[in-house]
């Protein structure tokens, strides 16, 4: 048989604060004692006090557990805002220097023009030079090829010319997006960095209130709650240290019990689930 869950209050004979009222509800009059009843019976069998200032601690320390992952996202979204106006700027880079590329290949193509016009106004001072018929014919064709030349380069300019107007749209509408993701996503980041001080600011509140609750709790049942949730859970959760115990399953693993634990926690015994450790109450 599986070895019982570990009961660390109520063992050897010793009584809970509440005994007495347990017995009298058992058996009548008991040293004048009245039953106490927890504020929520019908769902929750008599409770430790103890069992209840921790679940109270427990639900403090889920918010601020909360709070904390809340923070710790911050930095990671304000890097994410940053790379979007990093890529915002990159894009309004590309834009300018496509228009830097397009106006040197203009610029290229009207130096390249010059100079074969250039060449064709040299050739043809020499015209009157020419005495041959063919001589003459010949120069005639070489400022045709000059001229072709420079009309399919004019064209070429032609074509670099809309390249560039496109080019300057682009920028403008590249612009016009830069700084609209500039300043939202400025206005982000100031938001997270209010989100931020007012998480830290409800941390300080909900962990002086957590504290001050368990000078309540006896320092052995409280080491005990704090080694079980010191370790976070594998997606980075808070790890409950206490949890209810339902239909002879752990409310933590969910891991049916043996008889002997639902037993002892029944009869209102502090235990923990053999399986995960927590700290077991009983739930109807």
């Known amino acids: 048989m599986a070895r019982a869950a570990k009961v660390i209050k109520g063992k050897g004979g ?55 992952k809340q923070i710790q996202t911050v930095p990671v979204e304000k890097k994410q ?66 001229d072709a030349k420079i009309e399919k380069l004019e064209d070429l300019q032609l074509q670099e010319m809309e390249a560039l107007e496109q080019a300057r749209q682009k920028r403008a509408a590249a612009q016009k997006l830069c700084d609209a993701a500039q300043k939202r996503l400025l206005g982000t980041i100031e938001d997270l960095d209010l989100r931020a001080r007012n998480c830290e600011e409800q941390v300080k509140k909900v962990k002086a209130e957590r504290d001050e609750m368990a000078k309540a709790v006896e320092p052995e049942l409280m080491r005990l709650y704090s080694r079980l949730t010191r370790k976070g859970t594998d997606d980075g959760n808070f790890r409950r240290g206490i949890a209810p115990l339902v239909d002879n399953n752990c409310g933590g693993c969910f891991l ?17 689930c053999e399986n995960c450790g927590v700290i077991l109450y009983a739930a109807d």
């Open 14 to 68: 010793a009584l809970h604060p509440w005994a007495e009222q347990v017995l009298y509800m058992l058996h009548g009059d008991y040293h004048s004692a009245e039953p106490a009843l927890h504020p929520t019976a019908g769902k929750y069998n008599l409770m430790d006090p103890s069992i209840e200032t921790l679940l109270q601690i427990q639900d403090k320390d889920i918010r601020i557990a909360n709070l904390v």
């Open 81 to 146: 805002i940053q790379t979007e106006m990093t890529n915002a700027e990159s894009m309004m880079d590309e834009a300018k220097k496509a228009i830097m590329d397009v106006e040197k290949r203009i610029k290229t193509i009207e130096m390249e023009i010059a100079t074969v016009d250039q060449r064709k106004v040299s050739l043809q001072s020499k015209s009157s030079q020419i005495k041959k018929n063919d001589e003459y014919r010949a120069m005639l064709n070489e400022v045709a090829a000059f």
């Open 256 to 272: 049916t019990v043996t008889p002997q634990v639902r037993h002892s926690v029944n009869k209102g015994d502090i235990v923990t």
